[in-house]
């Protein structure tokens, strides 16, 4: 199994996709962090902690990079090699959830870095209460964790669904479209939708749910995605 990780570690860190995507997640922190502290100005703990949430920047950036690395295999049918050497489809799909998993973690704590070192000595002179150690240590937390979980998901999404261009359409409806329109139904159901459940464990929680509830929530839809892309992927032809 290690050797699959490593095999999988390899390609990620060799395609333009996993650059293109830590490129984004940089721009999008930067401006994130930036923008919210020199124009937002924020002077309350619940403003100074959205404005270092570096998680909720880049959950729905690595939930695609996950979706786009997963589907790039069927796109550019590169997955048959991989098959003649490891013919266990689910060790296969695992061996590359495991190392998008761990690619992700490490874009979120260079991302957990740069947000701490630019964000905190611009918080430092605003006005209002400083953001106490508690604070610090559950946005790391919870930003470390939403990169891990989301791009396992984008990759059992991926692999479950296949075709690129459609997976990428579907995760951006999903999240912006269909999910509000939940709200609308229920609202309470919002609180176990995919898209809350990344904002909620990026951020380390709220007064509505923990951040362990939310990274059960997250591991629960995980799990469905992952359990329907090996049923699904065993049975595939591999062209």
């Not at 095999?7 to 060799?14: A, P, S």
């Not at 650059?19 to 309350?44: E, M, R």
């Not at 106490?132 to 939403?146: E, N, P, Q």
């Not at 951040?211 to 992927?233: K, Y």
Request: hydrophobic share 60%; no cysteine.
């Amino acid at each position: 199994m290690g050797r699959l990780v490593t095999g999988e570690l390899i390609k990620v860190r060799t395609t333009r996709t996993a650059l293109g995507f830590a490129a984004a997640s940089l721009l999008l922190v930067l401006a994130s962090v930036l923008i919210t502290i020199l124009a937002g100005h924020p002077d309350t703990v619940e403003d100074k902690r959205a404005a270092l949430n570096f998680g909720g920047a880049i959950a729905i950036v690595l939930l695609l990079f996950g979706t786009v690395g997963a589907t790039g295999e069927f796109r550019h049918r590169t997955l048959a090699p991989a098959v003649l050497i490891a013919p266990d489809r689910l060790r296969l799909l695992l061996a590359r959830v495991a190392a998008y998993t761990l690619t992700a973690i490490a874009v979120a704590a260079a991302m957990a870095v740069l947000t701490l070192v630019i964000g905190v000595p611009l918080l430092a002179g605003e006005r209002g209460p400083d953001l106490a150690t508690g604070d610090y240590v559950k946005l790391v937390a919870g930003g470390l964790l939403v990169a891990g979980l989301a791009v396992a998901i984008g990759v059992a999404f991926g692999t479950l669904v296949r075709n690129q261009v459609f997976a990428v359409i579907a995760v951006l409806v999903w999240v912006t479209i269909l999910e509000p329109l939940v709200g609308l139904i229920k609202h309470r159901l919002l609180d176990y939708t995919l898209g809350s459940a990344l904002s909620r464990v990026a951020q380390g929680g709220d007064d509505r749910m923990s951040l362990g509830g939310a990274v059960l929530v997250l591991v629960a839809w995980g799990v469905v995605f992952l359990a329907g892309a090996a049923v699904v992927d065993r049975r595939r032809d591999v062209e």
